[in-house]
């Protein structure tokens, strides 16, 4: 199995900035690309960004520009550095990463991120 495990979020005023990481523990093999996904109240999770192993990004159109996925693969962890965030980023930020042999993917708890004034 694999653990993910969220950190760094918070409140933040409209236009402000925030870290977030995801370390990953267990059968580290297993894992390919990782990303990051977010879930508003009454929405369906969407997808925010993922990053390959090889460093390949894609982003959601709603936050190209503004948000930057990295990873680094010694320390198994992947950070998502938000910027220009609006209250429409409002949303329980998971972080996914997907099973080399295509099982299931795996999820972290989420984080919840507030974007208000």
């Known amino acids: 199995q694999v653990q993910l495990k969220e950190s760094g979020g918070g409140l933040v005023q409209p236009g402000g900035s925030l870290g977030l990481s995801c370390a990953a523990s267990g059968l580290l093999f297993r894992i390919s690309a990782m990303g990051w996904y977010r879930q508003a109240p009454g929405k369906q999770r969407e997808l925010v960004a993922t990053?390959?192993?090889?460093?390949?990004?894609n982003y959601a159109d709603s936050v190209k520009g503004r948000f930057t996925i990295s990873r680094d693969n010694a320390e198994n962890t992947v950070y998502l550095q938000m910027t220009g965030l609006k209250p429409e980023d409002t949303a329980v930020y998971y972080c996914?990463?997907?099973?080399?042999?295509?099982?299931?993917?795996?999820w972290g708890q989420g984080t919840q991120v507030t974007v208000s004034a």
């Open positions: 996914n990463a997907a099973d080399r042999w295509r099982g299931p993917p795996y």
């Open positions: 990053i390959t192993n090889g460093g390949s990004t």
